[in-house]
């Protein structure tokens, strides 16, 4: 019995076909995906960036191809590119998928499905805007970019610079925030300026298929200052037409939503801020009173920008931080929750309270 259950299990392995694995230097890496509308009504225009592998690490300019298909199929796009290469396409390396600004006003749930459904394209690539589109995006080489896409790479993941207007946006963040209740997604985007710049500060805010409302660059501020802790930014102050600059060492937010129960709700904020005074405008001392007086004005001003914010995003209908889902999760009744929270998203009411603790001004005593 032993000896024919051998035979039989020799001979499955004779059957078996040979592994698919090729070596590096037949392969060509897929850094970047850009998805723009095609020519024809309903098509894709997709452009990948290419890495082309060297062999020599000491090489300081690599070499980077950008394909460019047009389909009424992503993946029949993709099919159609492997016939333009002589080596076959890696996609394990990809870490961005740009959407064309004319997908995203349109509509990103095919591009968002076609992501995550897709076996070798990483659920935390950064999706983000291209503006105007994504082609252009993806054809920036900044002078400092030594391997290709690698300062999209840097800039997105926050691994490089650390700007106070940059939202990192993983693939599996937004496929759980358009399909969530009580939060909707957004997206940044990063704008071409010519060949070797780009330039991310603004954010998108989405609902569960397009683009509804675009922030601007202090506001996109503002929105991180909220939605994550210790932002290093300038805020400014102003007193008696004196411009002041503190640095942001530490900061934290946090919000609680009351007085459900009358069926009004009200969302207070409560941001605090450790800083240092960076920049004033008047070559006058400051002493430890004038700090006092830039922290109070400091703190209006901040709570000023910020209830205009909430209420700009409150009239948009949006939700990208997540009020509805924080209620849902302290009101237990799956089937009644979210349609009492949309009759009480109608009539929010936002108060902001901010803490503003200026420790020292700068070098200069």
């Not at 300081?60 to 396409?89: F, G, H, N, Y």
């Not at 076996?119 to 391997?147: H, K, T, W």
């Not at 349609?339 to 901010?354: C, P, R």
Request: net charge neutral; glycine share 6%; hydrophobic share 40%.
């Amino acid at each position: 019995m032993r000896k024919a259950l051998s035979a039989i299990g020799i001979v499955l392995l004779l059957l078996l076909a040979g592994c698919d694995f090729k070596e590096i230097d037949l392969r060509i890496f897929v850094l970047a995906i850009g998805v723009d509308p095609g020519e024809e009504e309903g098509a894709f225009k997709i452009s990948l960036k290419l890495a082309i592998p060297q062999g020599d690490v000491t090489k300081i300019d690599e070499k980077m191809q950008i394909l460019t298909e047009e389909s009424p199929s992503i993946s029949e796009a993709l099919r159609r590119m492997k016939s333009r290469v002589e080596k076959e396409l890696d996609y394990s390396h990809c870490k961005s998928i740009i959407l064309g600004e004319g997908i995203a006003r349109r509509d990103i749930q095919h591009v968002m499905d076609w992501a995550v459904r897709r076996r070798d394209v990483q659920l935390i690539v950064n999706f983000a805007v291209g503006r105007p589109e994504a082609l252009q995006v993806l054809q920036v080489r900044p002078e400092s970019e030594r391997i290709p896409s690698n300062s999209l790479i840097l800039a997105m993941s926050g691994q490089g610079t650390e700007s106070p207007f940059i939202a990192s946006v993983y693939s599996f963040q937004l496929m759980r925030n358009i399909y969530e209740k009580g939060i909707d997604p957004i997206l940044p985007i990063i704008e071409a300026k010519g060949k070797s710049e780009f330039l991310i500060d603004k954010i998108a805010l989405l609902d569960s298929e397009k683009i509804k409302m675009v922030l601007t660059p202090n506001e996109t501020r503002l929105y991180n200052l909220l939605s994550r802790s210790n932002l290093r930014t300038n805020l400014p102050a102003h007193i008696e037409g004196v411009m002041y600059q503190y640095y942001t060492e530490r900061s934290s937010s946090d919000y609680k939503i009351l007085n459900t129960k009358s069926g009004k709700a009200t969302i207070r904020y409560h941001i605090k801020i450790k800083g240092i005074l960076e920049e004033s405008s008047s070559p006058d001392l400051v002493t430890h009173s004038k700090l006092k007086k830039i922290q109070a004005a400091g703190e209006k001003e901040l709570e000023d920008d910020i209830l205009a914010l909430l209420k700009k995003i409150h009239t948009s209908g949006l939700d990208p931080f997540g009020w509805g889902l924080h209620y849902g999760a302290r009101h237990f009744n799956n089937d009644t929750e979210m349609e009492v929270w949309k009759g009480l998203y109608a009539g929010l009411d936002f108060q902001v309270k901010a803490d503003v603790n200026i420790k020292y001004s700068g070098l200069i005593k």
